[in-house]
C-alpha cells in the first residue's frame, strides 16, 4: 500500500477512545498521536484523564506530557509538530493512530488549520479589561453586532473562543468567520475517521464513574498542587476549576465534586456538537467490538 493511512478517533470524553486507540494501534503494529490538548502538560496526569503505564506500554504514544503548563504552546505549534512526527512515522508504518477529545487539535491534524492575521498584545489585553470591567454579555454583543455567523458558530460562554473572535475582527477589521472559508492545504496521506458514541445516560453514568475514579487516584491532591498555577490557560479546566473555588472556600467540597460531574457533561455535549458538523466521521456504538471496527477501516483502505 502506497497511500498512507491516519486513523483519527474522536468521541465524548470517557467513551473508550483510549481503549479503541489501543486496540487498533496493536492490531496494526502501529503507533498513537494524542490529540487531547490537555493531555499535553506534564502537571496535569490525573486531571485529564492521561493513560496509565499499563496503557502507555502497550503502543508508543506521542504529544503526552510532552511539555509543561508554565511553557507557551498553541493549535498552531501542534499542527506543525503534529506533521512532523507523521512524517517520521510514516517513513516505517502505513498506519498512525491520532485519538483524542480536542476536535480543533484533530481537525488542526486531519484538515489544517484556518489562518488568521496576527493580533498585537494590545487588542488581547484591551478585550480581557473589557471582559472583566464590562462583563461577558458586552463582548457577546459586539460579536453578534460584527459577525454574527461567529456569533451563531463559536460558544459564546467561553471568554476564550468569544475574545479570540473578537481580537481578529478587531486587528484586522474583517470578521472572524471570512477566514474559515479559504482554501485548506492538501495532507499527504488519507484520513479514516471513527467516532464512538452512547446513549446519553450511558455517557453520563461513564462521566460520574470517571470524575470518582479521578477522586480515588488524587485528583484533589494534584489540584492543590497547581493552585498557585491556577490563572494559566491550561488549567482553565474541568475538573480543575471547581476544586480552586473549593479551596477559595466558594465551594463545599461535595459541591464542587457535584460541578465537576456536571460541567464535565456539559463538555461532553459540546464535544458532540462539535463532532456532528464532520460528516466524514463513522459512527460506532462505545460497546462495538474492536473486530468489526478494524473490518471497516480494512474495507476502506481496499476501496482506496
Not at 479503541?20 to 494501534?25: E, F, G, R, V
Not at 484591551?126 to 458586552?138: A, P, V
Not at 458532540?272 to 478494524?294: L, N, V
Request: with cysteine.
Amino acid at each position: 500500500m502506497s497511500q498512507k493511512i491516519l486513523i483519527s478517533i474522536s468521541g465524548a470524553t470517557a467513551i473508550g477512545k483510549t481503549a479503541l486507540s489501543i486496540a487498533l494501534a496493536k492490531a496494526l503494529n502501529c503507533e498513537i498521536i494524542s490529540c487531547d490538548s490537555r493531555q499535553f502538560y506534564k502537571e496535569m496526569a490525573i486531571g485529564t484523564a492521561v493513560p496509565n503505564e499499563t496503557e502507555l506500554l502497550q503502543a508508543k504514544h506521542h504529544f503526552i506530557q510532552h511539555i509543561s503548563i508554565l511553557e507557551p504552546y498553541s493549535v498552531g505549534k501542534y499542527e506543525q509538530d503534529a506533521l512532523a512526527k507523521l512524517d517520521t512515522l510514516f517513513l516505517t508504518n502505513d498506519y498512525v493512530i491520532l485519538v483524542g477529545g480536542s476536535g480543533l487539535y484533530a481537525n488542526a491534524v486531519t484538515d489544517g488549520l484556518n489562518y488568521f492575521p496576527d493580533v498585537p498584545k494590545e487588542v488581547r489585553e484591551t478585550l480581557n479589561n473589557e471582559l472583566l470591567e464590562k462583563g461577558i454579555e458586552s463582548l457577546q454583543n459586539e460579536l453578534k453586532e460584527v459577525d454574527l455567523a461567529s456569533y451563531n458558530r463559536i460558544d459564546i460562554a467561553n471568554p476564550h473562543r468569544l475574545i479570540r473572535a473578537l481580537e481578529v475582527y478587531r486587528a484586522s477589521g474583517e470578521p472572524f468567520s471570512t477566514f474559515l472559508n479559504k482554501p485548506k492545504p492538501q495532507r499527504p496521506f488519507r484520513t479514516i475517521k471513527i467516532g464512538l458514541q452512547a446513549a446519553r445516560p450511558l455517557l453520563y453514568e461513564r462521566i460520574n464513574k470517571r470524575v470518582e475514579m479521578m477522586l480515588d487516584q488524587g485528583l484533589l491532591e494534584e489540584a492543590k498542587k497547581l493552585y498557585s498555577f491556577r490563572d494559566n490557560n491550561a488549567l482553565q479546566t474541568v475538573g480543575y476549576r471547581e476544586l480552586f473555588r473549593y479551596f477559595d472556600g466558594e465551594f463545599t467540597l461535595d459541591f464542587a465534586i457535584a460541578e465537576i460531574k456536571k460541567n464535565t457533561r456539559r463538555f461532553a455535549k459540546r464535544q458532540a456538537t462539535w463532532y456532528r458538523k464532520d460528516d466524514a466521521i463513522k459512527w460506532f456504538d462505545f460497546q462495538t467490538g474492536y473486530d468489526e471496527i478494524r473490518a471497516y477501516i480494512k474495507a476502506i483502505v481496499a476501496s482506496i
